[in-house]
């Protein structure tokens, strides 16, 4: 049974998380907390497996609160906040201060039903998380900055990225390596609405290229990658010389909008040998398929090993299904991915 802590200000979202938790069967809530304080005093008690935490929270922001937890006891923790924009600024904070996933609450983006769905499945992905990995996963990331790498000339191929689970972090490392001229690139992050907004502008910042969220009809160019917005799919499609996206609605897929599996399977009817497909860490299944179809289609593909994925979900079933061509760690990614198109 997974052990939860439920961390939120709000007694009614406490209740709800709780009993949509509790309906799963591998799943038990065993205490709530609605500050931070209390809820350092029920780790103690419980001794969770995982954390759910709201962003905004009384009596101590929820940033210092999940540091001092990350230093002092280590927990799995799923920050379940508002779609709001500061929400979602704070929130990549909160990723990089050891958070490992993010779900938005319920409301006009997304049902109950929704979040309880997406929730479990990230309950049960962090129960399996290894922290001790975690912490050298991102001292190695850390002792080793990312180095711009160079290409010499631009060229009409595309690199597809999907990722879930620690992502954020390894989308980030990828991307910075990146030179102005690097291959147009799209990535699909399962991340909430409005996150990846914030996301985008992030990444914009640190990268020399141009990062920024999809728009319907945005075109797939040299020194740009885009990032599926949160709750739309976001396909590539070709218009004669010229690739663009197309962000729409639609089902989840492998419980999730945008899906990985539905940006893979455009790029492979579309583009097909012209791209490169990576698959990063993340939990379950989404885009393993359709890394193999992107194989299939002659794009070379690219997953990423065990050692150095906070979930070793999604690359590890694109490895059983043998649709990556390498397997490689995180750090060597974006060179070998350089190397393919050049």
């Not at 709800?16 to 907390?33: S, Y």
């Not at 931070?36 to 940033?63: G, H, W």
């Not at 059983?320 to 070998?336: D, F, H, M, N, T």
Request: net charge neutral; glycine share 8%; proline share 5%.
């Amino acid at each position: 049974m997974i052990k939860v802590l439920v961390v939120d200000d709000s007694a009614v979202v406490r209740q709800i998380l709780t009993r949509e938790l509790n309906k799963a069967g591998d799943i038990e809530v065993v205490a709530t907390a609605p500050d931070p304080f209390i809820a350092r005093d029920k780790i103690l008690q419980y001794n969770p497996d995982v954390m759910t935490l709201d962003i905004e929270m009384p009596r101590m922001d929820s940033i210092t609160f999940l540091r001092k937890v990350m230093q002092h006891r280590p927990v799995p923790t799923i920050i379940v906040s508002s779609l709001t924009p500061k929400n979602s600024a704070m929130t990549l904070e909160a990723l990089r201060a050891g958070a490992i996933d993010v779900v938005g609450k319920p409301g006009q983006a997304y049902t109950i039903g929704d979040v309880a769905l997406m929730l479990i499945d990230r309950v049960r992905a962090a129960s399996r998380v290894d922290f001790t990995k975690i912490g050298k996963i991102q001292k190695d990331l850390s002792d080793s900055a990312p180095k711009r790498l160079s290409l010499l000339a631009t060229t009409d191929k595309i690199i597809a990225i999907g990722a879930s689970t620690g992502g954020t972090v390894a989308i980030e490392h990828v991307l910075m390596q990146m030179p102005q001229n690097a291959p147009g690139i799209v990535i699909v992050q399962h991340m909430p609405a409005l996150f990846t907004t914030s996301f985008a502008q992030r990444l914009d910042k640190l990268c020399d290229i141009d990062v920024s969220e999809a728009k319907d009809g945005d075109s797939v160019v040299s020194g740009r990658a885009l990032i599926a917005p949160g709750n739309f799919h976001m396909v590539v499609r070709r218009s004669g010389a010229r690739y663009y996206v197309e962000v729409k609605d639609g089902p989840q897929v492998f419980h999730q909008r945008p899906s990985v599996e539905v940006m893979f399977n455009s790029v492979a009817k579309y583009v097909g040998a012209n791209a490169v497909g990576i698959i990063l860490t993340g939990m379950g299944a989404d885009g393993a398929s359709g890394l193999l179809t992107m194989r299939q289609a002659g794009a070379p593909t690219i997953a990423q090993d065990e050692q150095t994925s906070v979930v070793w979900g999604m690359p590890g079933e694109a490895v059983k299904l043998g649709a990556a061509q390498q397997v490689l760690p995180l750090g060597s990614i974006a060179r070998e991915a350089l190397s393919l198109v050049s």
